[in-house]
């Protein structure tokens, strides 16, 4: 497992420096994340489940002209990310679930996560973006109480989404 910055084909999010302000619009950040490699999909507006009549993480997509059409006709559409397409494996960290006392206490048994981008969820939680190559990709499940992993069948949704409680931020780095 890399931190996302060393991936040699992700670090275009890291070039990508208009992804992390807060300014940005929802449209144009599907663009670059998909432009960074990213396989994304529009999520309901202000929500976290994939758009009714939609296939979800399955419809994921790089392509301009679908991403462009998705966002044409909903703007306010939030932004999916197919961890398993994109080469994520995503440390999801829920407080409300007691995630920060589990992870806490497995890294002590375990080790320090290796650092890495993170994305600050409306909830309190922590979003950790890993990248996996493809052929040591694992499927989503949960590391202990509180603390799922996004990977294959799995996706997460991305900055600057926004739900009733807030909005999706990168951490500062």
Partial sequence: MESLSQASGLTQLCLAESLFSPDIALPEAALLYASAGFWVFPVQAYGKLPRPNSHGLLDATLDEAHIRAWWDDDPNANIGIN????????????PRNGGDLA??????????????????????????????????????????????????????????????YGSYVWAPR
């Avoid at 961890?83 to 829920?94: A, F, I, K, M, N």
């Avoid at 320090?112 to 993170?118: E, F, G, I, S």
């Avoid at 069948?153 to 991305?158: D, H, K, L, S």
């Fill in 83 to 94: 961890c398993g397409r994109s080469s994520l494996l995503v440390v999801d960290v829920d």
């Fill in 103 to 164: 992870l806490k206490n497995w890294t002590l048994v375990c080790g320090p996560l290796p650092p890495t981008l993170c994305v600050l969820t409306p909830g309190g939680g922590k979003h950790f973006y890993y990248y996996v190559p493809e052929e040591r990709m694992v499927r989503k499940g949960k590391l202990c109480q509180g603390v799922d992993i996004q990977a294959a069948g799995g996706y997460v949704v991305a900055p600057p989404s926004q739900t009733l």
